[in-house]
């Protein structure tokens, strides 16, 4: 029986979705099943790494709710074989009407709890989506991936990762998150730490395909390394920050011994770059805006963990800021700087604090004449 709802399209995929759904922002439930527009990008992004990886392989949509991304990976992504499950059987309602209204072979529902369904089954490439933080739900996840797969997770509990609930940040996630200008990079990188501990307990370990803030949530896709040595390589790469808003002051140690104020985090790389040459934004629903963050991500300085921004570093030295695309340019006549996802006024840079302030006092239209038309 068709679910009542609505017919979108995205991609190049059509989805019934319920009538009444979120379109932006992180989305809440509306009626009994869960779709919210606004994630298409997130979507779109799946569609993007799967077509980059290039080979047949199966794949768990965990929470699939409407089924909108098994669906699209199953239409969009070539050598595809996906299974939808979600625990709610009205969700399965939407899943298998979607599946029909493609004409998906290479599709199939289930209406499991994911902590049986991965108990009994493994897969290539395993996404989870869960309402808020994807804590409870991720050591079965990494059971239900098999060998060298890849694991996908959204987390939507920005308040407690980027540290506006740091008492929750400690319970959820065993870190103690930062907060000001590198609250986003830092929420990114203990939700990966988090993910690298419970990997560790399975003798595996993790390198980051691509891991990014947009909008309301963290994401990050990690292909899974096998064995021990891999465990222990990747908790190697775990570390705490030092981080001053009043001086600016930024450092990182791995040092497990010395109080810290902040983390641990994942102080690894973000992005596997040479993947990131492989990925193409062709014909997605949000292409534009696809293709823009792409750039970003192969253009980041991922050997570089903290972030300054432009407003940070103008009310520190209480100077109007220049263009950000201007003052890249000018920067890298000193070192190397490129910009940040995770705010358009967000850089990372190889510049030392102390010579990158005198240049930005520099390059600040206050110390600069007008500049006669
Ligand atoms: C945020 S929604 C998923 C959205 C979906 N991935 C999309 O792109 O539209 C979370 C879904 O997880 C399902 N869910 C919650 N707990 C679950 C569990 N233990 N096993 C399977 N599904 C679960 C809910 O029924 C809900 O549909």
Request: hydrophobic letters at 35%; one cysteine or more; aromatic letters at 8%.
């Amino acid at each position: 029986m068709i679910p009542p709802g609505t017919k979108i399209r995205e991609g190049r995929t059509d989805i019934i979705v319920p009538e009444d759904h979120s379109s932006h922002g992180p989305g809440t439930i509306k009626g009994t099943v869960f779709f919210n527009e606004q994630m298409a990008f997130n979507r779109d992004v799946s569609v993007m790494l799967l077509r980059a990886v290039g080979r047949d392989m199966t794949v768990a949509d965990a929470m699939a709710a409407t089924g909108s991304r098994s669906v699209r990976i199953a239409n969009e992504v070539p050598g595809t074989q996906v299974t939808a499950n979600d625990i709610s059987a009205d969700a399965v309602s939407y899943i298998n009407a979607n599946i029909e209204l493609n004409g998906l072979a290479n599709c199939v529902s289930s209406n499991m709890n994911m902590h049986s369904l991965f108990a009994e089954h493994a897969y290539d490439y395993v996404d989870l989506d869960p309402f808020g933080s994807p804590v409870p739900f991720v050591q079965s996840a990494i059971r239900g991936c098999r060998r060298k797969g890849i694991l996908a997770v959204t987390a939507t509990d920005t308040a407690p990762l980027a540290g506006a609930h740091a008492v929750k940040c400690r319970r959820r996630y065993q870190s103690e998150p930062v907060r000001g200008y590198m609250c986003h990079e830092g929420g990114l990188r203990i939700l990966m730490c988090s993910i690298a501990r419970e990997l560790a307990k399975f003798d595996r370990g993790m390198k980051p395909m691509l891991s990014f803030y947009a909008d309301h949530y963290f994401r990050t896709y990690i292909r899974i390394e096998e064995g021990a040595e891999a465990a222990d390589r990747a908790l190697q790469k775990l570390g705490y920050m030092q981080y001053d808003m009043d001086t600016l002051a930024r450092s990182v140690s791995y040092d497990k011994d010395r109080e810290h104020p902040y983390g641990p985090f994942w102080l690894g790389p973000l992005h596997d770059g040479e993947f990131l040459s492989r990925m193409d934004p062709s014909g997605l629903a949000e292409e534009k805006r696809a293709s823009k963050y792409l750039g970003l991500w192969r253009g980041e300085i991922d050997t570089e963990v903290f972030v300054y921004d432009m407003s940070e570093l103008s009310s520190h030295l209480k100077m109007s800021p220049p263009k950000i695309d201007d003052f890249m340019v000018f920067l890298n006549e000193h070192g190397h700087a490129a910009k940040s996802h995770v705010c358009p006024s967000s850089f990372k840079t190889d510049i030392a604090l102390e010579d990158l302030l005198p240049l930005y006092r520099e390059f600040s239209p206050d110390s600069r004449p007008a500049q006669s038309i």
